[in-house]
Each structure stands twice: as structure tokens, then as C-alpha cells.
T-cell receptor, first 118, second 116 residues
Framework: AQSVTQLGSHVSVSEGALVLLRCNYSSSVPPYLFWYVQYPNQGLQLLLKYTSAATLVKGINGFEAEFKKSETSFHLTKPSAHMSDAAEYFCAVSILLNYGGSQGNLIFGKGTKLSVKP | EAGVVQSPRYKIIEKKQPVAFWCNPISGHNTLYWYRQNLGQGPELLIRYENEEAVDDSQLPKDRFSAERLKGVDSTLKIQPAELGDSAVYLC??????????????FGPGTRLTVL
């Protein structure tokens, strides 16, 4: 079975500091991985996705993530945090094996809430 | 381009009452998803449609939940009767349905349900 684990339910950084949100995956086959962001009272918005092309994936709003097979990780980073980055971030893995029509379904982590201090 | 539209945005009901949520996906998107997001958790899939067909409803509690997607466009999710534990945000998402497991899902703003 595939799953993701997000380390740290809350992360707080100062404005201008590095943002690092951690995600580890479990998968018996090469995974497809996603990062979504959720602003208060809004739906989820795709930041970036890894689909087995380049291991370093660049997304919107200056975020990027690196797929590391040896560490089973897909951590999200941004060099300099902005106040507008305060939100909840979800890592997700896409189901690859088609049991009962499940191929393509996303399994989400529990999320990491990012706070940005002035 | 309009995004995924959901209504109502908020709903408060008493337990044992019925409730329905409506979703209008992005035009041209064949795949539609309903998720439930409990407080402090990530979304969990309830049901997925490919056009009009429910291709995965394994996580839908069928004793009280039902869903339909008539004509392969709009969808309705119903709970009858609601229980206290159903309080959550119900998210609808849609995707083109052409890229399989790498498809990007686009989410609506959700309906926040409170059951008293």
C-alpha cells in the first residue's frame, strides 16, 4: 500500500527565512507525488508534482521539491518565506495499481500548517 | 476559466436530518471526486466518477451516504440521516481524466458541515 507521512504538524518561520516542509512516502513502485496548498476557507491548490521526469521539481510561488528515492522523501522548500505563504500544505501520493478503480486516487498526508512571523 | 463550484459553503443541521451538497466541476473535466476532510486531517476520498460511472466508491459509507452524477457533469452528495461524526468539510474536485495517476485535481472551496 502507498502512503505519505508529513513530519511536523506545525512549522513556524520568520519572513525571509528558508521554508522546509517534510514529506516521506511509502510505495512498492515508483511513486507519483504531489504538494498542495490550502489557504483558510479555500480548497486545495496544486503547488507542484513529481511524475518521474526531473527529480527537482519547480512549482508556483517559488516553491520546489526534490524527489530522493534513497531517502523516500519529497520535501518542499522555498528559499525565502513571505507572509502570504502562511497556509496548510499537504503532500500526496497517487495510487498506481488499479484495484477496484483506484488508480489515480490521491492519498494525502495529515498536513503541515506553516506560520510566517514578521 | 471558472473553477470548481460548490454549494452551499456552510451548512448547520441537527443530527438525523438529511443534507445535500452540490458540485459543478470545471467544464470538460471527465473525472469528479468527493472528499471528506476532518479537522486537522488531509482529505480522504469518498467516491470517484468517470463521466457518469462511479468507478471507486469503496470508501463511501453506503448506509447513509449516496451520490449521483447525472449526465456526467454536476454531482450531488447526500447524507441521510446525518450523525455528529459527519461534521467535516466536504470537498469536490475534478480533473481532465486523461493522464491517469498524474492527473492534476482541481478542488472547490468545500462545504463545511456542522452537525449538532
Amino acid at each position: 500500500a502507498q502512503s505519505v507521512t508529513q513530519l511536523g504538524s506545525h512549522v513556524s518561520v520568520s519572513e525571509g527565512a528558508l521554508v522546509l516542509l517534510r514529506c516521506n512516502y511509502s510505495s512498492s513502485v515508483p511513486p507519483y507525488l504531489f504538494w498542495y496548498v490550502q489557504y483558510p476557507n479555500q480548497g486545495l491548490q496544486l503547488l507542484l508534482k513529481y511524475t518521474s521526469a526531473a527529480t527537482l521539481v519547480k512549482g508556483i510561488n517559488g516553491f520546489e521539491a526534490e524527489f530522493k528515492k534513497s531517502e523516500t522523501s519529497f520535501h518542499l522548500t522555498k528559499p525565502s518565506a513571505h507572509m502570504s505563504d502562511a497556509a496548510e500544505y499537504f503532500c500526496a501520493v497517487s495510487i498506481l495499481l488499479n484495484y477496484g478503480g483506484s488508480q489515480g486516487n490521491l492519498i494525502f498526508g495529515k498536513g503541515t500548517k506553516l506560520s510566517v512571523k514578521p | 476559466e471558472a473553477g470548481v463550484v460548490q454549494s452551499p459553503r456552510y451548512k448547520i443541521i441537527e443530527k438525523k436530518q438529511p443534507v445535500a451538497f452540490w458540485c459543478n466541476p470545471i467544464s470538460g473535466h471527465n473525472t469528479l471526486y468527493w472528499y471528506r476532510q476532518n479537522l486537522g486531517q488531509g482529505p480522504e476520498l469518498l467516491i470517484r466518477y468517470e463521466n457518469e460511472e462511479a468507478v471507486d466508491d469503496s470508501q463511501l459509507p453506503k448506509d447513509r451516504f449516496s451520490a449521483e452524477r447525472l449526465k456526467g457533469v454536476d454531482s450531488t452528495l447526500k447524507i441521510q440521516p446525518a450523525e455528529l461524526g459527519d461534521s467535516a468539510v466536504y470537498l469536490c474536485a475534478s480533473s481532465l481524466g486523461l493522464a491517469g495517476p498524474t492527473d492534476t485535481q482541481y478542488f472547490g472551496p468545500g462545504t463545511r458541515l456542522t452537525v449538532l
